[in-house]
């Protein structure tokens, strides 16, 4: 009876031993975990921890990927991560299809968080499946590795749509019009009228004997006084002319 009751609690302490040791295990989560992508263009993964409420320290994520399918871009810590960069711990390796990523957590972490998130590049058309490495770690207080799971990523990428090309409306030619041939029109001359020539208007008599009058002053008066001046002279010219005959003679006789 004494060996019955010391078999069952020794079962019951190693199934608690056992419990808890699950229970401390870190799950390491990918999401999505299902991604349908075309060729050419890019999508992301982000990757979580959850220490299940044993501290962890340090966590190291190995990611395995087809490079022939597909190919890391980039990747982004998050939160208060301290990223470590030394060699083994920091890798991107597009030709063996291999991401390593490493952070330390300052005080421990204890509750679920973002470890970071994965840039992927869809290379071509086919089928892929993204895994958690087996150099992945989470390590407690002690240095141990308390990681466990084994999540994955399933990607399908699709050729892209083609698109459908704009058929080509035929062109309809228009049949050339025959030249018709052309016709001389016949020169028809206007006649042309002639113009009778209009003879200037001959100055009036008056009018001319006016012009004489003025003695081309434009004034009446002004032209009589002018006339009367020159009859005066006239006539003492006349004058003069007749005295110097009858002295001549005179001297004769």
């Not at 991107?92 to 972490?109: E, F, M, Q, R």
């Not at 892929?128 to 399933?154: C, F, H, R, T, Y």
């Amino acid at each position: 009876m004494k060996k019955i009751l010391l078999t069952i609690t020794l079962a019951i302490i190693g199934g608690a031993i056992l419990v808890a040791l699950v229970l401390a295990a870190t799950s390491v989560s990918l999401l999505p975990t299902n991604v349908n992508v075309t060729s050419g263009k890019s999508f992301n993964v982000t990757i979580s921890v959850n220490p299940q409420g044993v501290a962890n320290y340090t966590e190291k994520i190995e990611l395995t990927y087809p490079a022939d399918v597909l190919e890391v871009r980039g990747f982004n810590f998050s939160g208060s991560w301290m990223p470590l960069s030394q060699s083994g711990y920091d890798l991107i390796d597009n030709t063996n299809g291999v991401l390593l990523k490493s952070a330390g957590y300052p005080g421990g972490l204890s509750s679920s968080a973002t470890f970071g998130t994965v840039s992927f590049y869809a290379k071509k058309t086919g089928s892929a499946v993204i895994k958690l490495g087996g150099g992945s770690l989470a390590l407690d207080a002690n240095n141990q590795n308390v990681i466990s799971g084994a999540p994955e990523v399933s990607i399908t990428v699709s050729a892209p749509a083609s698109v459908p090309a704009t058929p080509k409306t035929p062109t309809v030619e228009t049949p050339a019009t025959p030249e018709q041939p052309a016709t001389e029109q016949p020169i028809v001359e206007e006649p042309t009228t002639e113009q009778p020539i209009t003879q200037a208007p001959q100055p009036s008599l008056l009018a001319a004997i006016s012009s004489v009058l003025m003695f081309g002053t434009g004034n009446v008066w002004l032209g009589i006084l002018v006339g009367l001046i020159i009859l005066a002279i006239i006539g003492y010219v006349i004058y003069v002319l007749i005295q110097r005959k009858k002295r001549n003679k005179f001297g004769k006789i």
